[in-house]
């Protein structure tokens, strides 16, 4: 089993940064990818980005050049650095671990974006 627990989101105003954090525990030498996802009221949730155990990284188009997810690997933790905060970035953010038997996935942390 693998546990995750995020911490970062908050209110902020249009054009502001946030910092989320997700830490890992538990079976962590199960996981290869790590990332985060969001899930806007009344939509799906959809990936904002992940990082390998290789070290690439992806993103969703609409935050490219905007959001930059990290990976500490001797912590276990993902961060995602959110500059230049939009209201459509409005959601619960969701941290996830990717083994090879299942997705293990975070309480989920509110970011709330204020124009």
């Known amino acids: 089993q693998v546990q995750l627990v995020e911490s970062g989101g908050g209110l902020v105003q249009a054009g502001e940064s946030l910092r989320l954090s997700c830490a890992a525990s538990g079976s962590i030498f199960s996981i290869y990818d790590m990332g985060w996802y969001r899930q806007a009221p009344g939509k799906q949730r959809e990936l904002v980005a992940s990082?390998?155990?290789?070290?690439?990284?992806t993103y969703a188009e609409s935050v490219k050049g905007r959001f930059t997810i990290s990976r500490d690997y001797a912590k276990n933790t993902v961060y995602l650095q959110m500059n230049s905060l939009k209201p459509e970035d409005t959601a619960v953010y969701y941290c996830n671990a990717k083994s090879q038997r299942r997705d293990y996935w975070g309480q989920g942390t509110q970011v709330t974006v204020s124009s």
């Open positions: 990082v390998s155990s290789g070290r690439t990284t």
